[in-house]
């Protein structure tokens, strides 16, 4: 991989089909009203039609609309890279992997095909939290019906005191243990939630940037996770990227500002009670700056994601 890449090279990587065919589409049309001026790199495992391709090529370089710049974009099928044997297991989010694994960037921006980033790309890249571990990971939504079993916690916790090194029968407890082992607020937070609160939703992979050259390894630790015994646990790929890095010793963090939810408000007519109630529509997952403007969120701006 290393001798695959360019030392020091940036750029934008979508995993995509032919299913996220419109979402992609629109995202180019984001990355073009940004002006975004990285590289972008479509990556697919033998699941994206050429006609696909030629409409995304399309999007990315006509000259409709001259103010917003045409964009680079590259394509790269990984179905032969892969064994035979294994090529099927990659479906849906594990496709990602792939996308970060053989894209042809050392420090990729992975992009869902249903992010709107509302600032430059730039911006991600010169955070302090990128900056200072070569890895920028957004919080998840704090969502608290969704619990692990205690089963389910109590194997967690034998893996990552195994892997970071805390001893199981220290009689201190889980909360001591985290401290005294983790010095970043942002990732004790994210412990604490996992093995005390038994959150399950934790980090957000709707937009991620990890150095390669300082992460490998723990890019690989986590694509090991995610056909694990454990990986019934979690949902998709999105957890596997933060706990590849804890067991694997690398330095990580989160960004600090917790995710929000972003829509239409509109007001709610309760017959119970009195007094005047708000709701927001369409709800969306968004990420904000330390300052309360928004950074980028997921669901595409779709007026409603999902029928309900």
């Given at each position: 991989l290393q001798t695959a890449t360019q030392t020091g090279s940036r750029g934008i990587v979508i995993s995509a089909s032919d299913v996220q065919l419109d979402e992609t589409l629109r995202l180019l049309k984001v990355l073009r009203y940004i002006k975004n001026n990285f590289p972008i790199e479509i990556v697919y495992n033998g699941d994206l039609s050429q006609d696909a391709i030629k409409s995304l090529v399309k999007h990315a370089r006509n000259q409709d609309a001259p103010e917003y710049p045409a964009q680079e974009i590259w394509f790269l099928n990984v179905h032969s890279m892969l064994n035979p044997g294994y090529s099927d297991n990659f479906v849906t989010y594990s496709n990602k992997w792939l996308a970060l694994i053989f894209?042809?960037?050392?420090?990729?921006?992975?992009?869902?095909?249903?992010?709107?980033?509302?600032?430059?790309?730039?911006?991600?890249?010169?955070?302090?939290?990128?900056?200072?571990?070569?890895?920028?990971?957004?919080?998840?939504?704090?969502i608290s019906d969704d619990l692990f079993e205690p089963s389910q916690v109590e194997v967690l916790k034998e893996v990552i005191y195994g892997c970071i090194g805390l001893n199981l029968t220290d009689e201190s407890t889980v909360h001591d243990r985290i401290v005294n082992h983790i010095k970043d607020p942002t990732v004790v937070q994210v412990l604490e939630n996992m093995l005390i609160k038994k959150y399950k939703h934790h980090l957000e992979s709707g937009l991620v940037i990890l150095d390669k050259g300082r992460h490998l390894f723990s890019m690989l630790t986590s694509l090991a996770l995610q056909f694990s015994p454990i990986a019934e646990y979690f949902h998709g790929d999105k957890d596997w990227f933060w706990l590849g890095a804890l067991l694997s010793n690398n330095p990580f963090t989160f960004y600090p500002v917790d995710a929000s939810n972003i829509g239409q408000l509109g007001n709610v007519i309760s017959k119970e009670t009195t007094g005047e109630f708000y709701q927001i529509c369409s709800v969306q997952l968004s990420h904000t700056d330390k300052d309360g403007s928004l950074l980028w969120l997921n669901g595409g701006l779709s007026v409603c994601k999902k029928a309900s």
């Open positions: 894209s042809s960037f050392e420090i990729p921006i992975l992009l869902d095909s249903d992010t709107v980033p509302f600032v430059s790309i730039d911006t991600f890249y010169n955070s302090e939290e990128f900056q200072r571990t070569g890895v920028l990971f957004f919080k998840d939504r704090i």
